[in-house]
């Protein structure tokens, strides 16, 4: 009897196949989900985060109402005033201050340069100072006036921008033409920010970003002797309400916390796609199982009728 079922389902070599191949893929995609995700997540253990140069990260509080506000991260702005007011303390050794906001590079088209995969919408404003994020030069120099600006290496690079080169750049409510007068090359995609496209000089980049006369986030040392935290008591007295204030370790905690909700986010999508996979997979078995009985029930039924018992029949 065995011999006459395994005949019957090798004659149907197309829903073995089917079968065999369901249940391969849809294992695979979980087991595979579940490496890369955990692999994943060792990694950024095994990491301390991006670490600022800086001692101190100032910035606004997340969520703040009213009108100075910046609607790439809610967060609200800090006034420029307080830029001043942190450098007069003794205990702060340099203090520097950084906007950013929506920044589109445009082709002559009017069509986005930034449509690869990684691209990103934020621009910045250049700072040359070691204590702020390192902006690497990689050809040209730095912006000066207010219609020059430094442009990402990977948009250059893609899109054959050279310096010297006219660049339309589209903001928030604006566009204005520049002219690259450098190609740099900027920190890894941040958590929040994404990828940075242009680095404008600070006025320019506070008229374009709607940030005149705000910070977004100030960058502070701490004088020889002094510690972080110490510094950081100071500043939370200064700034008042609606100001964070983060020493490096928080942000490399914050860069790592943000990157593990990235990974999860990852899986869940790529486990919602394996359970369909899986699903798709019980039912062509069931489907083919269920077929396969259909087509034997009258050999079943004439292998009773000539006495075999249920027995023999399902062997």
Do not use: C
Request: net charge positive; proline share 5%.
């Amino acid at each position: 009897m065995w011999k006459t079922t395994i005949k019957g389902l090798l004659t149907r070599k197309g829903r073995l196949v089917l079968t065999a191949l369901s249940v391969a893929f849809g294992t695979a995609f979980i087991a595979g989900t579940l490496i890369l995700t955990d692999s994943s997540t060792r990694a950024l253990e095994g990491i301390r985060g991006y670490r600022p140069p800086a001692d101190i990260s100032v910035r606004g509080a997340m969520g703040a109402g009213g009108p100075n506000v910046n609607h790439v991260t809610g967060r609200a702005r800090l006034p420029a005033s307080l830029l001043e007011t942190v450098r007069e303390m003794d205990t702060v050794r340099a203090a520097e201050g950084s906007v950013f906001g929506r920044a589109v590079p445009l082709r002559s088209n009017g069509q986005p340069l930034t449509s690869g995969i990684g691209e990103g919408i934020v621009g910045v404003s250049w700072v040359d100072a070691p204590l702020v994020v390192p902006y690497a030069i990689v050809s040209g120099r730095p912006p000066n006036a207010a219609d020059e600006l430094v442009l990402a290496s990977r948009i250059a690079h893609r899109h054959r921008y050279t310096v010297g080169d006219p660049l339309q750049v589209r903001f928030e409510r604006s566009s204005a033409r520049f002219t690259v007068v450098g190609v740099g090359r900027f920190r890894p995609a941040d958590p929040v920010l994404g990828a940075v496209t242009v680095a404008l000089p600070l006025k320019s980049a506070q008229r374009h970003f709607d940030a005149t006369g705000s910070l977004d986030i100030l960058h502070v040392d701490a004088r020889t002797g002094v510690s972080p935290q110490d510094l950081r008591k100071n500043i939370l007295a200064a700034g008042g309400r609606g100001v964070e204030v983060l020493t490096a370790e928080m942000v490399a905690a914050e860069d790592v916390q943000a990157r593990r909700g990235e990974v999860r986010a990852v899986r869940d999508a790529l486990l919602a796609f394996a359970a369909i996979t899986l699903f798709v997979g019980a039912f062509i078995i069931f489907n083919t199982f269920s077929i396969l009985v259909a087509q034997r029930s009258r050999e079943l039924a004439l292998l009773r009728a000539l006495g075999a018992s249920r027995r023999q029949v399902s062997a």
